[in-house]
T-cell receptor, first 115, second 114 residues
């Protein structure tokens, strides 16, 4: 079982909807990440939070809005998405702030379908 | 810029036979290297990492990897594959000179046949 919990597991939303993805970890990790993964492709980095502050935004469109309410929680707010945004969204955490040499621990993801 | 190549899209192996998944990398500094495995409808699971020291790294589920600096390779190996090892495997590299960002290879699908 993964130590990073993501909800919901599946989400179907229309292009005008507003929804949020949630991620939680209780390992005391100080860095948290959002990745987007298309089928049979490697994950693509979207955002990195270090000590609850946004440290990396990989030029992600503003229809994706991250939020880190505290050191254990990470949200991704979605608004006015496009069908091409359909993908598996993965949350991850690591012990060190930023990347360092500690591995990332991934959740099982949210499978998002935009109709 | 750092990069990772996994030259094989798919590797087929019979159960009980040795398994090798290839990975080569390119970095400007000293690399941190990782292997992850992804089962269907799951996130990525960490298998092992090379930071420094012994070139042979042992990881989870009987996997190991050998760091070869001269060939800039970090191939994943398992002496005797199981059907349950069938999954998608990603090699990844992190380089301090590149801001410590993690770069993934394209992935290799492993199919172990009974």
């Amino acid at each position: 079982d993964t130590e990073v919990t993501q909800t919901p597991k599946h989400l179907v939303m229309g292009m005008t909807n507003k929804k949020s993805l949630k991620c939680e970890q209780h390992m005391g990790h100080r860095a948290m990440y959002w990745y987007k993964q298309k089928a049979k492709k490697p994950p693509e980095l979207m955002f990195v939070y270090s000590y609850e502050k946004l440290s990396i935004n990989e030029s992600v469109p503003s229809r994706f809005s991250p939020e880190c309410p505290n050191s254990s929680l990470l949200n991704l707010h979605l608004h006015a998405l496009q069908p091409e945004d359909s993908a598996l969204y993965l949350c991850a955490s690591s012990q060190e702030a930023g990347f360092g040499n500690s591995p990332l621990h991934f959740g099982n993801g949210t499978r998002l379908t935009v109709t | 810029a750092q990069s990772v190549a996994q030259p094989e899209d798919q590797v087929n192996v019979a159960e009980g036979n040795p398994l090798t998944v290839k990975c080569t990398y390119s970095v400007s500094g000293n690399p941190y290297l990782f292997w992850y495995v992804q089962y269907p409808n799951r996130g990525l699971q960490f298998l092992l990492k090379y930071i420094t020291g012994d070139n042979l790294v042992k990881g989870s589920y009987g996997f190991e990897a050998e760091f070869n600096k001269s060939q800039t390779s970090f191939h994943l190996k398992k002496p005797s594959a199981l059907v349950s090892d069938s999954a998608l495997y990603f090699c990844a590299v992190r380089d301090k000179a590149a801001g410590n960002k993690l770069t993934f290879g394209g992935g290799t699908r492993v199919l172990v046949k009974p």
